[in-house]
């Protein structure tokens, strides 16, 4: 059973930072990775997807790596800003054969905190 | 259009009621699906539905029915929910099974 784990759990860091949140999954026979945020009470917002045949993807200040041998992604935040305050979640979607769609399996997140 | 839409928005209701959740989006997704996300933890998979049929059902109790009369819209019934059941829940749509989700806002479900 894939298991996806994030570190830290919890940060917290003053404006202007650059920094890095890691994932690492348990089965390397991944379709794709999903980084998404989530704000307090509120849905996920699609950060940025990453296909198994990619190594990196990047919006804006935003840059996701995939190394998919050792099951590991990393985003990275540059010039953080109070705005990214928010808990990030990676998610994983299985390879499947045949029709039909799969779910993601998710990390329990990072909760990020950007100080003023 | 390029959102997910879900109602309502929160939802109170006492263990014999009979409640249903509805998800809504104009993508032209073919895939639609149903998580459950518990206070403090990462959502979890209840229901994949692909090209309008039930692809996965993640050993989800009865009380639980997911509905998808069409290719734009996805239902879930609910009966005799228990206190535990209490959550957010969450529609998320992909344009077929391999590509990126996109999720709703959710219903915040309360059982008394």
């Known amino acids: 059973k894939q298991e996806v784990t994030q570190i830290p759990a919890a940060l917290s860091v003053p404006e202007g930072e650059n920094l890095v949140l890691n994932c690492s999954f348990t089965?390397?026979?991944?379709?794709?990775l999903q980084w998404f945020r989530q704000d307090p009470g509120k849905g996920l917002t699609s950060l940025l997807l990453?296909?198994?045949?990619?190594r990196e993807q990047t919006s804006g200040r935003l840059n996701a790596s995939l190394d998919k041998s050792s099951g590991r992604s990393t985003l990275y935040i540059a010039a953080s800003q109070p705005g990214d305050s928010a808990t990030y979640l990676c998610a994983v979607r299985p390879l499947y054969s045949g029709g039909g769609a799969d779910g993601l399996t998710f990390g329990k997140g990072t909760h990020l905190i950007i100080q003023p | 259009d390029t959102e997910v839409t879900q109602t309502p928005k929160h939802l109170v209701m006492g263990m014999t009621n009979k409640k249903s959740l509805k998800c809504e989006q104009h993508?032209?997704?073919?895939?639609m699906y149903w998580y459950k996300q518990k206070a403090k933890k990462p959502p979890e998979l209840m229901f994949v539905y692909s090209y309008e049929k039930l692809s996965i059902n993640e050993s989800v109790p009865s009380r639980f029915s997911p509905e998808c009369p069409n290719s734009s819209l996805l239902n879930l019934h609910l009966h005799a929910l228990q206190p535990e059941d209490s959550a957010l829940y969450l529609c998320a749509s992909s344009q077929d099974g391999g590509n990126e989700q996109f999720f709703g806002p959710g219903t915040r479900l309360t059982v008394l």
């Open positions: 990453i296909q198994s045949s990619q």
């Open positions: 993508m032209g997704h073919r895939a």
């Open positions: 089965d390397s026979a991944i379709y794709n």
